[in-house]
């Protein structure tokens, strides 16, 4: 028999190059299983060569996916390539979510949502804070530094080995963001609430350099975007100091989010199975 429901299963992507490490069908499958929607995420891995012509056929309607997810190396790319991305992509320029809307493809970035979603739920009251210090000055710098600047966080110290980077992202992002090379690091951690990787040091087992965080204030919390350990060496050395950690896998989680919302009509909901799920499956390929 004819099912009439057939015609609105929605088919969402995640698409990046590679992209078979993503662990984003594993959120979308949990959500897609728990809601009893008949939709479907999956990774499809797209060249940067073929990626505008991918772009072309999601708007013709020739793939059958009415959005997905854009990892990198095509998050430049995708926010170019948009019909109507908005303000928050524009500004980082660069995106992660895509959708289709009347023959538009729209387009926006929710890792800095991911990433205050994720603080507000494992370090309530993070944000009654008026510094904090952004190590790194690469993509996920940005998004963090325009997510915790909204919240309204005054003074944000972005410390870069290369320090024309941060430079450049204060120019970006406004007056309340300081670029300062490596060397302010003791300086700048003084009196801040919040201390955030964003860069690569201490992921897989790499070592990472010794932080003094004793400058913080007593309740500041020190969180990392790396979440492979799920608790890094830098998380390691401010437990061990006394302070607050939040590990990065709910950023993952959480700016998972608004693009089931978009696809798939329902907002889903991060909670400890799904952070479990995710667990798993790092430690199956550890
Ligand atoms: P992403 O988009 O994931 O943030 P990226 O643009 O490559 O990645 O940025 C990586 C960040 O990690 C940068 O801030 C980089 O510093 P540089 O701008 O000087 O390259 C930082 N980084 C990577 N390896 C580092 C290391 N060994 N020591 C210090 N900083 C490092």
Redesign the pocket.
């Known amino acids: 028999m004819h099912d009439s429901r057939e015609t609105f299963v929605n088919h969402a992507f995640v698409t990046g190059y590679p992209v078979k490490h993503s662990r984003s069908p594993l959120i979308h499958g949990h959500w897609l299983k728990q809601f009893g929607i008949r939709g479907s995420y999956r990774a499809h891995e797209v060249t940067p060569e073929a990626f505008p012509d991918f772009m072309r056929q999601i708007k013709e309607g020739t793939t059958g996916f009415c959005g997905g997810n854009v990892t990198?190396p095509h998050k430049e790319a995708a926010f170019r390539l948009a019909d109507r991305p908005d303000e928050l992509s524009a500004e980082l320029g660069a995106a992660n979510t895509l959708w289709l809307e009347n023959g538009k493809i729209r387009a926006t970035n929710t890792d800095g949502r991911g990433f205050l979603a994720n603080l507000d739920e494992r370090a309530r009251g993070w944000d009654r804070i008026s510094t904090a210090v952004i190590?790194?000055?690469?993509?996920?710098?940005r998004a963090v530094i325009q997510a915790i600047r909204d919240r309204g966080v005054k003074t944000i110290h972005v410390v870069?080995?290369?320090p024309e980077?941060a430079r450049e992202l204060a120019d970006r992002f406004g007056t309340a963001v300081h670029a300062h090379s490596?060397a302010a690091l003791p300086e700048v951690v003084s009196g801040a609430g919040l201390f955030v990787n964003?860069?690569?040091?201490g992921m897989d087992g790499e070592p990472a350099?010794a932080i003094d965080f004793s400058g913080l204030t007593p309740d500041a919390v020190v969180t990392d975007i790396v979440y492979v350990p799920l608790k890094t060496p830098l998380l390691r050395q401010a437990e061990e100091q006394g302070l607050r950690i939040v590990d990065g896998l709910g950023m993952l989680l959480h700016q998972a989010v608004p693009g089931f919302e978009k696809w798939f009509g329902l907002r889903p909901v991060v909670d400890e199975t799904l952070r479990q799920i995710i667990i798993s499956d790092m430690e199956r390929h550890a």
């Open positions: 990198i190590l790194g000055a690469g993509g996920a710098s870069n080995r290369t980077r490596l964003t860069t690569s040091l350099p």
